[in-house]
Structures are given as structure tokens and as C-alpha cells.
């Protein structure tokens, strides 16, 4: 078993970053793979940025250039870095882990998640 716990959210302005982290706690976090997703109001969860165990990485292209996904296996730890936010990135953000230590896209794909945190870019 996983846990997950996100952190960093919160209300910003329109051309600010941010850093979301990602605690993870449990068993062979370094075999999996990890991943972001982001859900705003009235939509679905969407993908938004997953490393492999390899250290294979792929972003949506909404988010491309301007997001970073990262992990420090010694620290349980795996992050999402936010610059240039714009209004539509409003959503709550969810970490996920993958048993399967690839790089997949789909909500139904991920084992494990965090509870989610909310980041607000105001324009």
C-alpha cells in the first residue's frame, strides 16, 4: 500500500509559479511510476505530467514548457514545478502512482492518490 499526500497549492496570479510536492509513504516507491492530474470545475480529471521509473517523462501539451515533473527517490518524494501559470490551470492537482512503472496516461491506469490541492491563478 501507498499513501500520498500533496502540498503546495494556493491562490496565485497569472504569471506566477508555484511548486506542488508529493509525499509518498510505503513500500517501493522507486518502482513506480508517477504521475500528475488536475481536475477543475465541471470538468473530467485530466493527465498532466508522469515519470517513469526510468526517468521517461511526458507532459500534456497544455502544460508543455512551462510545467516539470521531478522525483527524489531517496526522499519518497516526487514534485511538479508550475511557472507561467494562466487562469485555465485553476484545478485541483492529484499525484498518483503506477504500479506499472511506465509512463501511461489514463485516470484508470493509477493505483494510488493523493487527496488533492488546489491551485488558483486569478488574471
Known amino acids: 500500500q501507498v499513501q500520498l499526500v500533496e502540498s503546495g497549492g494556493g491562490l496565485v496570479q497569472a504569471g506566477d509559479s508555484l511548486r506542488l510536492s508529493c509525499a509518498t509513504s510505503g513500500r517501493a516507491f522507486n518502482t513506480y511510476a508517477t504521475g500528475w492530474f488536475r481536475q477543475a470545475p465541471g470538468k473530467e480529471r485530466e493527465f498532466v505530467a508522469t515519470i517513469a521509473r526510468s526517468g521517461n517523462i511526458y507532459y500534456a501539451d497544455s502544460v508543455k514548457g512551462r510545467f516539470t515533473i521531478s522525483r527524489d527517490n531517496a526522499k519518497n518524494t516526487f514534485y511538479l514545478q508550475l511557472n507561467s501559470l494562466k487562469p485555465e490551470d485553476t484545478a485541483v492537482y492529484y499525484c498518483?502512482?503506477?504500479?506499472?512503472?511506465?509512463?501511461?496516461?489514463?485516470?484508470?491506469?493509477?493505483?494510488?492518490w493523493g487527496q488533492g490541492t488546489k491551485v488558483t491563478v486569478s488574471s
Open positions: 498518483a502512482a503506477d504500479r506499472v512503472p511506465l509512463c501511461r496516461f489514463g485516470v484508470h491506469s493509477y493505483d494510488y
